[in-house]
């Protein structure tokens, strides 16, 4: 089966413009997470839903970054007045949302932001 | 708070041994090991469950040692196709939480 799909694969704006990044998870997969990943380190926690609710949005950096999952299955991360430190690769995971020890999350490619 | 890797980066020679260490001063109920590429999505190796388990995947095995909340990856007879960062992401011991709270990364050069 297919795998997490994120579009675009990149995204060039300017200072202070609004973009949204899609991510389309594994078919029938419940969890949905989204990480930012800056260059040389690992990814950073933002936002996660089980369904079509966001059970954790601690890791929001602030009232700029947004996520829906309207329907329990795409979501889409928006991110409001664009700032240079936003640039990054923005990833999305899933999961079979099972909540128990052994739920594996797994990755797409990527959503590479460039802020200029 | 993040987990610490190390080594920070290893070059290798095809066929040589590796071991990258994660270390958390958090009590961890998971800790997930992926591999990425340069500009690839981070693919899934293993995850050892709380309970001081070892698990095995081809010639990559892990181990979590619960008392030092810590989880060492083991590569052994590198092949090139090992070349690449690789995270530990761990879960920590808090009830309801799901997020993979990431290293920094051990980069893994691998040369014939």
């Known amino acids: 089966g297919a795998g997490v799909s994120q579009t675009p694969s990149n995204k060039v704006t300017e200072k202070g413009k609004y973009v949204e990044l899609r991510c389309d998870p594994i078919s029938g997969h419940t969890a949905l997470y989204w990480y930012r990943q800056s260059l040389g380190q690992g990814p950073e926690f933002l936002i996660y839903?089980?369904?079509?609710?966001?059970?954790?949005d601690s890791g929001l950096p602030n009232d700029r970054f947004f996520a829906v999952r309207p329907e329990g299955s795409v979501s889409t991360l928006k991110i409001q007045r664009t700032e240079r430190g936003d640039s990054a690769v923005y990833l999305c995971?899933?999961?079979?949302?099972?909540?128990?020890?052994?739920?594996?999350?797994?990755f797409g490619p990527g959503t590479r932001l460039t802020v200029l | 708070q993040q987990p610490v890797q190390s080594p920070q980066a290893v070059i290798l020679r095809e066929g040589e041994d590796a071991v990258i260490n994660c270390s958390s001063s958090k009590a961890l109920y998971s800790v997930h090991w992926y591999r990425q590429k340069h500009g690839e999505a981070p693919v899934f190796l293993m995850i050892?469950?709380?309970?001081?388990e070892q698990k095995g995947h081809e010639k990559i095995s892990a181990s979590f040692n619960e008392k030092k909340q810590q989880s060492s990856l083991y590569l052994t007879a590198s092949q090139l196709s090992y070349s690449g960062t690789y995270f530990c992401g761990t879960r920590p011991l808090i009830q309801g939480a799901q997020k993979l709270v990431f290293g920094q990364g051990t980069r893994l050069t691998i040369n014939p």
């Open positions: 050892l469950l709380k309970g001081g």
């Open positions: 995971a899933s999961s079979p949302g099972s909540g128990g020890r052994t739920d594996t999350q797994y």
């Open positions: 839903f089980q369904g079509t609710g966001a059970a954790d």
